[in-house]
């Protein structure tokens, strides 16, 4: 337009933010890790060195977030009234598969005006096996062995492909195919752990602290968690998942 | 026929004159006419009277917050009395930075919130946390609204034994930690009270804290040009909020002289 | 229910005669200034089966008499958990009852997201008496038919409170609403002095001795017909399940195997004592009694329905009471 430069430019307000910090999940046979470091940042300012990212929704559900915080705190806010108000209207915990599918009609029903987050949900599924659910911010979502969201998902994400996917490995002659999603967990905790402390490294909107959940199916030995300092969240219902939380100081720096 | 496909579906912009229909002497004006829909509600894209940053930290006996007497106009010292620290009941102090007059409302509204709570009459006493998280609702519901509350806040406060300090910005951001520091000082002081306190949380006395505060609050008076020599401190402790009369720190400008450019030196 | 068609037009003749002239709608005083409607709700109370709250200095409870309508029906549900620290059992109109819980929990969750707080009791229970308020005032509205308990726990510990229809509110030391809750609230006078310092354990027999007096003469309390809610510590009989109850012990609602070592703690019942205390209520918490209830005003000439009328007696099948 020939007059346009008459015109103020508009200066919009931009209602959202980047607050750096990291999540993965990976999923076992009989268990899921979900886990997030503690940073949040803003620019090259690191706000505080502890803000959680990673939820327990119920006894067998764990949502990690990450993003634009103030989206975060307010999106798992509202997941866990929906997940109440399920309690509430059937007397038992909401399923992780039906958790996953609110989730996305939660975001997508904010289509033209998203929650800016990367949701990764674990835990146990109805059968007993260990699950991961990872969406993008619209909604979209699939069940996965494993996912890496957030500030350094592009530097943990090929790491998980490897590690988890057996990409680019071949079995040994004569040996089993790979088969994705079985590892033990005194191997999934490793790999979490070092995916961490490596993104730490090389990324500076991640570190300070990991914490790692770790949610078991109904009945499963977990003497391999007790080495790892792991400590108990209590159930609601006593008897059936548990879930454990595992913390780790990560480079402050 | 308008053949430009950007315009279709929309009010027709009588002021431009596309396809030169009339010759230039000739253009219609049509004066402030312009876009009908730029002229609805008006809501804050840029703040004008401003606040800068404001500091706090934990110590032993509660939490100590400071912020300076100044509001800007652009670069204009234009309010050299105000007190952007605002104490909320009798446990919860709030210091703000950014748009003082949405500053001001937010003090409204807090105020008639306790006023609801105080008519209630039942011993139930909002907590600051409790008023904290109150105040980052009312930050979020505004910035998903396009119409944000243009302040950096911090919050701080005790009650029953327990410090609690929080920050909310106007899009909603919330966090939480033992030293906070809000615009400029988030650069500048927050690495100082960082170090000063961290680990020292429960050990600190009031002198120290002080101390500490009144060294911070000096060196963003040398460096942050929207700043004033002329602060206060609160504090929140059993005792309650305690908001102090304004300070000014001792500052040296003699090196000022020997600096080419400045003052005097050609 | 059915009945004969005859029987139905002489019980049609009888309402006739006990027709009240003022009691058609709400908004409408009667010349001795009562509110009929009002009233009859607070009989759509008495339908129901009885419930029984109590607290001592560290727990709330409430006990609750489940009804059946039949052999191949389940019970009637007496309780809800509305959050952590509020749990509530009713008497009259189950349906009623879960429009108000309904209400109580979207207000709990309210305080959850607004300020990160679990709700103030008081405030919670002032929230819906006021609701039962306005349908005692504006026209085309009418009274809930149902009266609640409530418990629930704050910084000042345990609290019970009644809710009625009437739009009252009161706090309790122990307090009964239903069926024959009169005999239950007879026993809770007797012993109310002594729950302060009770264990959860001895609370809960005390509280199953004041339900046991609502009974009708061949019926016993089981574990089918009973129900437990739970507010603080976990009791000597929940140590399994103590980690989850936390520190501070949230609402649970006991039923079925759970509540039978409660049971098996009752005491036999002692030979019918004539105890007949006067007044309703077993002293109201914190001094000044407001008043009693509206249900329990003066007596005055125009008839008390329910009571007197004889097709409106409570029938113990009646699906719509709980």
Not at chain 1, 34 to 44: F, K, L, N, P, V
Not at chain 3, 291 to 302: F, L, Q, S, W
Request: aromatic share 8%; with cysteine; hydrophobic share 35%.
């Amino acid at each position: 337009m020939a007059d346009g430069h008459q015109h103020p430019i508009e200066h919009r307000f931009n209602p959202y933010a980047e607050n750096g910090g990291t999540v993965l999940a990976i999923a076992g046979a009989d268990f899921a890790v979900i886990a997030g470091d503690t940073r949040q940042t803003e620019g090259y300012s690191i706000q505080t060195r502890y803000a959680p990212k990673v939820f327990k929704l119920t006894d067998r559900a764990v949502l990690a977030v990450n993003g634009f915080q103030a989206d975060c705190s307010e999106f798992v806010k509202r997941v866990m009234q929906r997940i109440e108000w399920y309690r509430h209207a059937h007397s038992k915990q909401m399923p992780l598969k039906a958790i996953a599918r609110m989730i996305q009609t939660m975001l997508y029903g904010k289509r033209f005006f998203p929650y800016y987050t990367y949701n990764i949900l674990g835990g146990i599924e109805e059968d007993g096996t260990g699950a991961v659910y990872s969406f993008d911010p619209v909604g979209s979502y699939e069940r996965e062995a494993c996912r890496a969201a957030g500030a350094a998902s592009s530097l943990i994400q090929p790491f998980l492909d490897n590690q988890i996917y057996f990409k680019n490995q071949t079995p040994a002659p004569g040996a089993a195919p790979f088969v994705p999603g079985n590892l033990p967990i005194d191997v999934v905790l490793p790999i979490v752990i070092d995916s961490f402390t490596s993104a730490t490294e090389r990324h500076i909107e991640v570190g300070d602290g990991l914490e790692m959940f770790v949610v078991v199916a109904k009945g499963r030995d977990v003497s391999q968690l007790a080495s790892l300092n792991a400590e108990e969240i209590p159930a609601t219902n006593p008897g059936e998942e548990r879930v454990f939380i595992v913390r780790r100081e990560l480079k402050k720096d | 026929m308008d053949h430009f496909p950007l315009s279709w579906g929309r009010p027709r912009n009588e002021a431009v004159d596309l396809y030169s229909t009339y010759p230039i002497h000739e253009r219609q004006r049509h004066g402030q006419q312009h876009d009908a829909f730029a002229e609805g509600v008006q809501r804050t894209q840029q703040p004008l009277v401003t606040g800068t940053s404001v500091l706090a930290l934990k110590y032993k006996d509660g939490i100590m917050m400071a912020a300076d007497c100044l509001a800007s106009y652009g670069s204009l010292a234009r309010f050299k009395d105000i007190t952007r620290l605002h104490a909320v009941g009798q446990y919860t102090l709030i210091g703000a930075g950014g748009d003082m007059s949405d500053f001001q409302y937010l003090q409204h509204l807090l105020n008639d919130l306790m006023i609801d709570e105080y008519t209630s009459d039942d011993g139930h006493k909002l907590g600051p946390d409790e008023i904290y998280h109150y105040l980052s609702q009312v930050m979020y519901a505004r910035r998903t609204k396009m119409n944000p509350l243009w302040n950096t806040m911090l919050v701080g406060g005790f009650k029953d034994g327990q410090s609690f300090m929080g920050y909310v910005d106007l899009l909603g951001t919330t966090y939480t930690a033992s030293t906070l520091a809000s615009g400029y000082g988030a650069y500048i002081a927050q690495p100082l009270l960082r170090k000063a306190v961290e680990g020292r949380e429960t050990t600190l006395t009031e002198e120290q804290a002080r101390a500490i505060i009144q060294e911070c609050m000096k060196v963003l008076f040398y460096r942050d040009a929207r700043s004033l020599n002329k602060y206060q401190i609160a504090t929140v402790t059993e005792r309650g909020v305690e908001i102090g009369d304004a300070i000014s720190s001792d500052t040296e400008w003699a090196f000022a002289e020997k600096i080419a450019g400045y003052g005097g030196q050609p | 229910m059915t009945r004969e068609p005859q029987t139905q037009q002489q019980d049609s003749h009888k309402l006739t005669v006990f027709r009240n002239t003022y009691d058609s709608d709400n908004t409408v005083f009667s010349p001795q200034g009562r509110l009929h409607q009002v009233e009859y709700a607070l009989e759509a109370v008495k339908q129901g089966s009885a419930a029984v709250g109590m607290r001592s200095k560290t727990h709330a409870v409430l006990l609750a008499l489940k009804r059946s309508s039949g052999e191949l029906a389940s019970y009637q549900q007496k309780m809800f958990r509305i959050d952590d620290h509020v749990g509530i059992a009713i008497a009259g109109l189950t349906s009623d009852a879960r429009v108000l819980s309904n209400f109580m929990r979207q207000q709990a969750m309210s305080s959850r997201m607004t300020f990160n707080r679990p709700v103030p009791v008081n405030r919670l229970v002032s929230a819906i008496a006021d609701r039962a308020q306005v349908n005692t005032q504006e026209y085309g509205r009418r009274p809930y038919g149902v009266g609640l308990l409530v418990i629930g726990q704050d910084q000042s510990g345990p609290h019970l409170y009644e809710f009625s229809p009437a739009g009252n509110s009161y706090e309790y030391f122990a307090m009964s609403i239903g069926a024959r809750s009169q005999s239950a609230k007879t026993y809770l006078e007797k012993n109310f002095e002594a729950f302060e310092a009770c264990s959860l354990e001895d609370l809960v027999r005390h509280g199953l001795h004041a339900l046991r007096e609502t009974l009708q003469q061949d019926k016993e309390l089981t574990i089918h017909n009973t129900s437990i809610g739970i507010l603080g510590p976990a009791g000597v009989h929940e140590q399994a399940t103590a980690a989850s109850l936390g520190k501070e012990g949230v609402f649970r609602i006991l039923e079925g195997e759970s509540i039978q070592p409660y049971l098996d703690s009752m005491l036999p019942k002692e030979v019918p004592a004539p105890v007949h205390a006067p007044g309703a209520a077993a002293a109201p918490a914190p001094a000044p009694a407001g008043g009693e209830p509206a249900g329990e005003a003066a007596p005055e000439a125009a008839p008390n329905p329910g009571e007197e009328m004889p097709g409106a007696l409570p029938t113990d099948d009646d699906v719509n009471m709980g």
